[in-house]
């Protein structure tokens, strides 16, 4: 390369100005995180050659629209290098140089973590493991999609970390179960991590591993571009997914800091960046790019240009006519017994699938419990053989659906949806809060929702959880009380595209509230209802759920005008006008109860300091529901000593 390579970079062979160019990435990288005084920079050095390549020579996007529905997707698992794609968005257009000089600072377009809000970036990442499941849901939801043989790929880029992470490995396995042949994984793997060497806690062969999985496997050099052309155009051509394992240097091409822990997660100083420029034999000026960089990059752009409107001819664009399917809709026949709210859900389910066809999902291996089996066995499962099946056989993995269903959401042209029971809302509890962080629109659904599980014992029987889900920003969690409310919360969750929401639901049967359909669809909507209207009332009475029966039957015994509020959704209630919230809450009505079967924590917003919250502040057993409620205390009679003392203080 000539000694002064800015000047002579036209003269250069295409080899010395993509190494020269990567450099220029490289320097971009150090000075954005030094300019922050916080940052990675030494997993984007490890990654660098890798991106280029596939932005550069492989990516297809319009390079004038970084939302083009038909474009491939790129996934940055290991989240905290994304100065490096920060860097790389700005050679694409997409980012200006000054959105690079302000990464880390507040509203600027280049945050710590990757967020969608950035033009160019797929997903919210930085929760290690994550990106991989989002990726695989990306893929699915393509296959999913597709009419035509062209593929529109998914590029995870991983890091040690990412497959330290279970997450990553339960959704690498269905990956690989489904032979998602539109994904390519890329695993940074350069052995590094912030304690040290990945040998002191790793000594897995993931070659094998995935291979065993069933996925295509290379083994390259992670900085020889020939080789990472080589194994895109063999991953591309693949009947499998693809995990190009590159064996990389973390820190590649610094001064004194290559294959160093210490590179991993603070600035380079400023002497470090002086030599390693140096080194690289680019220029000392911070943050230096210039057209000739910027041009030799998007050397492909004007092919893709191009490309663009044949592959929109190829691809039938999905166009739900959603104000004509919520007309369609028709209550199921509940009929006139008692029924478990969740098989409520299965009836309503069954409903929405048939008048919204990009509904898809599944169940983490309990159909029968979430009552989605005719779902499943009325659209078929999705598989290699079949793309277009529409229930999604998750098995025993509920952290990685929840992951799958963001990428799915992520993707667009589908609502996905999740099962399993309340208590395991713990595994997925982190894909959540992304779905929740991002403002997705899934729906998660979760069965056998208190203490009266029974048997199951207190393992099973989730007390914390329901206001443990509350404590999301951005979730919305529905507890309906009976068969009809479910299908209006279902319809409001359907309606709502700028949140997550989970549902709530019983095992046990619930009898049909006395209420008109109407007044129940518009209570759902706003979240919170009076049941009885009280003149004057002595107190109020906040419930939700299976537990508005309770008190229905509770307040009959007393005699005193207790003003019942059903809270189907606390979220939806807190954000109507003051009006409403005002005629719901009574203020001159200072006696004030809530009921609830799970803990009391939270209620206290809507009781007061001076309230009463009954409810169940310790773990169950194992019995039958009834007898675990009596053994807990919570029953009527105990429940109704409890108000009447309190409203007699």
């Not at 999609?145 to 997450?167: H, M, V, W």
């Not at 049967?509 to 003149?535: F, H, M, Q, T």
């Not at 206290?604 to 169950?620: A, C, P, R, S, V």
Request: hydrophobic fraction near 35%.
């Amino acid at each position: 390369m000539s000694n002064n390579p800015i000047k002579n970079f036209n003269k250069l062979n295409d080899k010395q100005k993509d190494l020269f160019t990567v450099n220029i990435i490289k320097g971009l990288v150090m000075d954005g995180v030094r300019n922050s005084n916080s940052g990675h920079p030494g997993g984007p050095m490890s990654l660098a050659d890798f991106t280029y390549i596939l932005y550069s020579e492989f990516l297809t996007i319009d390079p004038k629209n970084p939302e083009w529905e038909n474009r491939d997707r790129v996934v940055l698992s290991v989240g905290h290098t994304c100065m490096l794609i920060y860097s790389i968005l700005y050679l694409c257009g997409y980012l200006k140089m000054d959105d690079l000089k302000n990464f880390r600072k507040l509203g600027s377009l280049t945050p710590g973590h990757p967020e969608i809000e950035t033009p160019g970036v797929d997903a919210n990442t930085g929760p290690l493991g994550q990106g991989v499941g989002m990726g695989i849901g990306m893929a699915l939801a393509e296959k999913a999609s597709s009419n035509s043989s062209l593929k529109r790929f998914t590029y995870i880029l991983a890091g040690d970390g990412d497959l330290q992470e279970p997450i990553a490995l339960g959704a690498s396995t269905l990956a690989g179960h489904w032979k998602l042949s539109n994904l390519v994984m890329f695993y940074d793997k350069n052995d590094i991590q912030i304690a040290g060497n990945t040998s002191r806690v790793d000594s897995t062969d993931y070659a094998k591993l995935y291979d065993a999985m069933g996925w295509h496997v290379q083994e390259i050099n992670g900085h020889n571009h020939d080789e990472i052309r080589l194994s895109l155009k063999n991953a591309q051509s693949s009947d499998k997914p693809s995990i190009i394992i590159g064996k990389t240097i973390i820190a590649k091409g610094s001064y004194s800091l290559e294959n160093s822990p210490k590179s991993h997660g603070s600035p380079f100083s400023e002497d470090e960046i002086k030599l390693t420029k140096e080194k690289l034999k680019i220029p000392q000026d911070s943050f230096f790019c210039n057209e000739d960089i910027i041009g030799h990059f998007q050397r492909n752009f004007g092919t893709l240009n191009n490309k663009i409107a044949s592959i929109d001819n190829e691809f039938e664009k999905d166009n739900h006519n959603l104000s004509q399917m919520f007309e369609s809709l028709s209550v199921p026949d509940f009929g006139e017994n008692p029924m478990a709210t969740r098989q409520a859900f299965g009836l309503s389910l069954d409903e929405f699938a048939e008048k919204f066809p990009h509904i898809i999902g599944g169940s983490a291996d309990l159909d029968g419990s979430n009552c989605t089996t005719n779902f499943a066995s009325s659209y078929d499962d999705f598989s290699s053989s079949n793309p277009k099946g529409r229930n999604i056989a998750f098995g025993v993995r509920e952290f990685p659906m929840g992951a799958i269903m963001n990428g799915i959401a992520l993707y667009g042209n589908h609502f996905p949806f999740g099962g399993t029971f309340l208590v395991f809302s713990d595994y997925v509890r982190s894909a959540i809060r992304l779905s929740a962080i991002q403002k997705l629109h899934v729906m998660y659904e979760f069965t056998h929702d208190s203490i009266f599980v029974g048997e199951d014992g207190p393992t099973h029987q989730p007390v914390e959880h329901t206001m443990s889900l509350r404590n999301i920003p951005n979730l919305l969690v529905f507890r309906p009380a009976d068969a009809l409310e479910t299908f209006y919360c279902f319809k409001k969750i359907m309606k709502n595209k700028k949140n997550p929401s989970a549902i709530l639901l019983t095992r046990q049967k619930l009898p049909k509230l006395n209420i008109s359909e109407g007044k129940i669809e518009e209570g759902v909507n706003r979240g919170a209802y009076i049941l009885n209207e009280e003149d004057n009332p002595d107190a109020i009475l906040f419930t939700s759920g299976s537990e508005v029966h309770l008190a229905v039957e509770i307040c009959s015994l007393i005699n005193k005008k207790i003003q019942i509020i059903n809270l189907p959704c606390w979220e939806l209630f807190e954000k109507q006008d003051k009006q409403y919230i005002s005629s719901i809450m009574s203020k001159n009505c200072r006696k004030r109860i809530s009921l609830e079967a799970g803990i009391t924590t939270g209620w206290q917003k809507f009781t007061g300091i001076d309230g009463l919250n009954i409810g169940i502040n310790e773990f169950g057993a194992s019995a039958p529901g009834k007898d675990v409620a009596k053994h807990l205390g919570f029953v009527k009679e105990k429940i109704t000593s409890l108000i009447e003392n309190y409203l007699n203080e």
